[in-house]
């Protein structure tokens, strides 16, 4: 079992950047690919970015594609995601999750957080 938790979520203007983290519990967070969701009221959990198992490759929905930036450290069992210029549409819970597979479906991780709430104001 592996638990994930997130933090650094909270309240920016728009424009305005935060820095998510989420930290794993296992000893072989390497073999893990991880990455983030979000969910707005009323809207089905999306995909933002993932991260593979060394985090040599990335990638990211349309809509984020620019502004963030996902990342990860081993040896800390963290992994990162780092949003600028951010609009009041990043309005979500972010999800950080942990799976076995690299890829952008929630049906792809198998262990999630509970979420951290970032909301951008215009």
């Known amino acids: 079992q592996v638990q994930v938790v997130e933090s650094g979520g909270g309240l920016v203007q728009a424009g305005g950047s935060l820095r998510l983290s989420c930290a794993a519990s296992?000893?072989?967070?390497?073999?893990?690919?991880m990455g983030w969701f979000r969910q707005a009221p009323g809207k089905e959990r999306e995909f933002v970015a993932a991260?593979?198992?060394?985090?040599?490759?990335?990638f990211y929905a349309s809509s984020v594609k620019g502004r963030f930036t996902i990342s990860r450290d081993n040896a800390k069992n963290t992994v990162y995601l780092q949003m600028n210029s951010l609009k009041p549409e990043d309005t979500a819970v972010y999800y950080c999750?942990?799976?076995?597979?690299?890829?952008?479906?929630?049906?792809?991780?198998?262990?999630w957080g509970q979420g951290t709430q970032v909301t951008v104001s215009s």
């Open positions: 999750a942990a799976g076995l597979t690299y890829g952008n479906m929630w049906s792809e991780y198998d262990y």
């Open positions: 991260i593979s198992w060394s985090g040599g490759a990335t």
């Open positions: 296992t000893r072989t967070f390497s073999s893990y690919a």
